[in-house]
Every structure is written in C-alpha cells, then in structure tokens.
C-alpha cells in the first residue's frame, strides 16, 4: 500500500532479525557483542541522551554492563544505518527495568521520559524502536497468563512469544487495530471532533477500534457514523503509524460525505465526541491562536496537515 502521509515510523531503520530468535543461545551471544545496547524501558518510561538545547531528543541507549537486571528482555533487532553513537549492525535489546533496578540505574525521576509528550522529533530509527519496545512491554504485562487454562506462561524465542507451562499453548504479541479518518465535505471542510475529558477548544479527526469481521472501509464508514451521525463514501488508505498505548497500529484514511445524505447535522455522540465543527483553511488560520490541533509526531496532525495542504498554523499543543 502507497504511504501517502509523512508519518515518523513510515520506513524502517531495523532489521528485525528474526531467525536469530530461534537460537537458543540468543541473550548470551546478544552479551558477548561489544556492539550489543540495552533500551531501558521503565513504567513505559525510558532515557534520553543529554544533548544541547534546542536539539532532537535521541534515545539513550546502554552498555550490556549497565544494565545488570531486567524484569523482561526482548531482542529487538539490528539497526541498518550509521549513526552517532550505534554502528550499523548494533543488536538492540529492550531491558524492562523493576523500580529498583530503574532507581540504581537512573536515580532523577526527570530523566525517564514519557515519550507520549515528548517524543516529537525522535529520528525513524528511534521512534520505530521505542514503539516495539513499549507495545511488547505492554503486551507482556497483560499476557502473563496462559488464555486457555490460566497456567503462567514463560517467555521464549527472543521475547515475541509466551508459551503456556502447563498445555505448550503458544501466545503471540497482539497489535489491535484502529483507524483514524479525515472527512471532508463538498466544500473540502474537514471534520473535527472534541471530547469531553479536552480541553475546552481542542480538536481532532474521528478515530476508532476496527471491529470483528469488518474490513478497513467498513470500520471507516461505521465510525464515522457512530461518532457523528454522518454517512461517509470513498475511504481512501493514506498511511499508517503504531500507535503503542497499549499496543495498537492506527491506520490513517480520508473519506468524503455521501452526498445523498449531505443534508444531515453532524451530531456528536455524546459518549467519546462532544462537540463536532467543520473547518474550512481559512478558519484553521483565522483561530489559529485560539484553537488546540494534535502534535506534530501524531498520525492525527498528519491527516489534517495534508487536508491543509501543509504545516499547520497552530502552535505544538499536545
Ligand atoms: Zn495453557
């Protein structure tokens, strides 16, 4: 499928290496490497290397040595490119740290960073590992459990499988499916909804869990009448980004109003969508100091800056 936004995970900067999670030797060739560095990840919270003001945020990365204990470990895969402290072919391996093993490791409570907030401006290569990092750790935190008779389950090949103690039944990592769409209407206003927890004037497209049994357009055009009581035609696939709280893979449309059906009121839900207004360009400029749109790393400011035909006038809100 053709990626049509600039989204910051859309090519990848690892290779994931996934034979080498069948060696059984795997974590004691990983701690042999010089090259092998450890992402520490605690509480979903993780480092970021000290650089000058003003600069990017990079993650931190560490040696095998400074990581001396680890509640999961995870072998992430081998970076593809040169870059300023990892050679090309450095083996990453998530560390999930206990509070105590974070603590010795890190003792500032402001150096573990949320990347949720904080996050915008990390590279490819970064953004990419911090989001397989925190959706495997995730999903290992809720699957400690075997699904068919409740016995433990223990961590094999590499950390991308749990298999059951008792039955051998095996337990993949989980990606839940959600879309997020920009509707538009004849007159090429976009669609944005407010929710009741935001902020009094924030704003953004619709967005939702992709059910079972439905198709992508399905899930498009079921939304977007949930949410809003419209009918929507033509979901067009624009790009998708993993989206890790907890561990889901949003995938980004554009739709239009059918217009059988332009005459009827956008009405909110209620329930997820408060408020709902059609934008036109000229208003997103005329409010552009008064109205809060997504942050620049979302999938979300990705969809409404390609609706608007660039870089959003608004200042980074959230
Ligand atoms: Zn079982």
Redesign the pocket.
Known sequence: MTEVLHLPVAVSAIDRDYLMRENPDLFDLLWENPNTRVLALFEGKTLLRSGEAGDSPELRFLTVEEVTSAQLRVYLGKTLHDSSAEPAGSPIVLAVLSPNSAKQLEPSEKAWHQLRRSGAGLSERDSELYATALSLANWHQSHLY?P????PTVIVRGGWVRT????S?EVFPRTDPAIIVSVTDSEDRILLGSQASWDENRWSVLAGFVEPGESLNHAVVREVFEESGLRVINPRYLGSQPWPYPHSLMLAFTAQIDPTFAHLPATPDGQEIIRLRWFSRQDIIAEADSILLPGKSSVSYALISHWFGGQLPTPEAW
């Not at 068919?148 to 016995?151: A, E, H, I, V």
């Not at 059951?164 to 039955?167: A, G, I």
């Open positions: 075997c068919k008779c409740g016995s059951c103690f008792n039955d039944f």
